[in-house]
C-alpha cells in the first residue's frame, strides 16, 4: 500500500536530559504507535519545537542550557500544541507555575508508563476534539460514494436509507469517513472517539468495527467499506477503490 494511503502517525517531541529514561520513554510510545523525536537540553527542544509540527510535546522541568518553564514561556509566544510537562520535585508550586504558563498537563517522575500514556491521550483527545469541534461547527457531511455521514444531524445514510449506529459507532465512521482511503491506526482512532477513556490494550475498537461492518452489510473478508489493515488499523475505501 503506498505511503500516502497511511494518515500520518501522531507526532511527539519528548524534552528529558535523562538519556535512558528518554530512550524508554520513546520505545514505548512508539510500540504504542506514535512517532517520537528527542531532545536532551531546552535549547535543542524549543529549537525543534519551532522548527517542527508536533501534535504534542513531553516536557521536563529540569533541563541543562534553559529548564523547561522558560522553553514553556518562549514556546508559547508562538504556538498552542499541547504540553505535558514532567517533574522529579512533584512541588505544587512548580505544578502551579506550569499550568498558570500555559501546561496543559502535570505529571511526576514516578509516573508508569500506562500512567503516562493515559495522561497524553486525555491531552491529545482534548486537543483533537477542540479541532473537531471546529470542523463539525462548519456542519459538513463526510460524503464516501452513497454513504453520508452527517454531524450536524448526527445521521448516516447508505445508499438513501438510515443506518442506526451507537454514538461510538459514529464517531468511528466519522473519523474513518473524513480520512477515506487512507489508514487511521488504531490510536489515532482512540483519541477521535468522543468522550471514551480507552485502556491501553482495549480492544473495543475492534468490537465497535465489527458491529460496524454489520450494520453497513460489509464483509471483513471482501470488504466495500471498511478495510483492515493488518497490524496497523483501519481504512474507509473510496469509492473508486472498491
Not at 510500540?31 to 528527542?38: D, F, N
Not at 499550568?99 to 509516573?111: H, I, V
Not at 462548519?138 to 436509507?161: C, E, F, I, K, N
Amino acid at each position: 500500500m503506498p505511503p500516502e494511503q497511511f494518515a500520518p502517525p501522531i507526532r511527539l517531541l519528548l524534552v528529558e536530559d535523562d538519556v535512558r529514561l528518554c530512550q524508554l520513554v520513546k520505545d514505548y510510545l512508539e510500540g504504542m504507535g506514535y512517532a517520537v523525536s528527542m531532545a536532551h537540553n531546552g535549547p535543542a527542544g524549543l529549537d525543534l519545537a519551532l522548527k517542527q509540527t508536533f501534535q504534542a510535546i513531553i516536557l521536563d522541568v529540569m533541563l541543562p542550557g534553559m529548564d523547561g518553564f522558560e522553553v514553556l514561556r518562549r514556546l508559547r509566544t508562538h504556538s498552542e500544541v499541547p504540553v505535558l510537562m514532567l517533574t522529579g520535585r512533584g512541588d505544587e508550586a512548580d505544578r502551579i507555575v506550569g499550568l498558570e504558563m500555559g501546561a496543559d498537563d502535570y505529571l511526576p517522575k514516578t509516573f508508569s508508563t500506562r500512567e503516562l500514556l493515559a495522561r497524553l491521550r486525555a491531552v491529545l483527545r482534548r486537543s483533537t476534539l477542540t479541532a473537531q469541534q471546529a470542523t463539525d461547527r462548519r456542519q459538513t457531511p463526510a460524503v464516501v460514494g452513497d454513504l453520508m455521514v452527517d454531524p450536524a444531524a448526527h445521521v448516516v445514510t447508505l445508499s438513501g436509507t438510515e443506518v442506526l449506529l451507537t454514538r461510538q459507532e459514529f464517531d468511528l465512521l466519522l473519523a474513518l469517513a473524513r480520512s477515506s482511503g487512507r489508514v487511521k491506526t488504531r490510536e489515532q482512532l482512540l483519541l477521535e472517539v468522543a468522550d471514551r477513556d480507552f485502556e491501553g490494550f482495549d480492544r473495543s475498537i475492534d468490537v465497535h468495527i465489527s458491529s460496524l461492518r454489520k450494520k453497513l452489510g460489509d464483509d471483513a473478508k471482501a470488504p466495500r467499506w471498511i478495510e483492515t489493515i493488518r497490524g496497523v488499523g483501519y481504512m474507509l475505501k473510496r469509492p473508486e477503490a472498491s
